[in-house]
């Protein structure tokens, strides 16, 4: 691993040099998991902790960023720490910013409150900030080194990462399978097909993205409500069948199910029900869907196209429901990187694509997709009318099939998971990179 520090300017310049110590990299993985607290509640901005360590190694503060417009995470570690922090080591997992969002800069307080050295797991990535954090801290005498645990800390953020630097939504594309890889019955039966372990990991999935979108089809098919509501819930048993089906709100619990080595989110705390969105090119959605119907805390958002009946637009904006028309694909549906473009524009960061099969389709053949999580049950399902998870035309030849990077494979309760990075068989778009505003 690789690492660089930025002594004081007027002393030694900037030097870079290799590895770190074994302390540095056990206090990093405490603001790593301070920081994981904050997940799914801190967009647009990023999950950040802090942890501040007297020059006798006592740890005297720790901080994470609660919740974007709330104070940020060395600000939190630093109150925590008072005096105590004058001498100390600030480990913090993102660069500290040097900039007025909605709240003041976080290097101020760092250099006010007389830290000596400041340890950053990574730079920040965004053109707001990109290393001027940093180097405002050598710039006031302190030592700064970079590096230590960035790759764990890039993972953390990673929906984020790519949000600022692609001026694009992440995309997940989720999918609970068969063994044999099918998404429903032949006659559209899909529930459930994962054992709840898995459904619970879906819904922590959901809250930590800003939106969750599907298609018409499974709209029709499924009448889902898309909200979050399983996290927390603990075992089968216990889990009321009868809540999930009326949409009642999430009971927090001891936190959610996770597969090992995975991001984790502050048990006890209410969950945060992302924007639902639907495609539906020419607007078939009912206005008695439970999208409709049943309310949340977030908007359900419609994406139409032109082709879209007045009436039927007027009947479901007069349900609450928002519509969204954006230009048409080749084939006259939605077209979906211009849906990613409107959401970033309405800041949303991240978001988690829950089928169907066409949907699914959609979104790899648009190159959008950066990261697949299958849940893989131990059933056959079976059937040649019974819809497989990718819909579409397909790959022509195994060669020229989408190929996924950093696979890792995990086991909830008697299903598998299997995450990835799409890294061939797809095409990019890219649009114009904006200064995200970091509050
Ligand atoms: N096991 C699982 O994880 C899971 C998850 C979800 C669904 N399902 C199952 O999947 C089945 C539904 O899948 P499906 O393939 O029939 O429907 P779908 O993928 O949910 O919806 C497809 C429809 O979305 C609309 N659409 C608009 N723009 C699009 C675009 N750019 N790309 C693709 N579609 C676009 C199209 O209808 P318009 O042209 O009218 O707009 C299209 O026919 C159901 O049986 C459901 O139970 C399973």
Redesign the pocket.
Known sequence: MFSFAIAPRDTRGLCLFWGYEMDDISYMQLALDLARQGLGYTSPNPAVGAVVVSPDGEIVGRGYHHRAGEAHAEINALQEAGARARGATLYVTLEPCSHYGRTPPCVRAVIAAGVARVVAAMVDPNPLVAGRGLAQLADAGLMVQAGVMAEQARELNEMWVRFVTAGRPWVSL????SLDG????AR????W??GWPARSYGHWLRQIHDAVL?????????D?LLTVRLVGKVPAREYDRADDQAGKAVTPGPGPVQPSGSPGGEAGRAGRNPVRVI????L?LPVAARVVTVKSAAPTLV???RRADPDRREALRARGVEILVVEE?A??????PH?AEELARRGIASILV??????????L??GLVDKVYF?LAPRLIGGREA?G?I??RGAASVAAAARLSGTKVDRLGEDLLVTGYPVSGLRYHHFAVAAWPQA
Do not use: C, M, N, Q
């Open positions: 989720k999918a609970a399978v099918k998404l429903a019955t559209g039966d899909s529930r097909i994962t599907v298609g018409i089809g499974t709209v029709l098919a499924d889902p495609l539906d090119s020419r078939r994406a139409t196209t694909d084939a006259g549906r939605v077209s979906l849906l829950e089928g169907g099969a066409e949907v699914h389709a959609g979104f053949e648009a849940f819809p998870a819909g579409g």
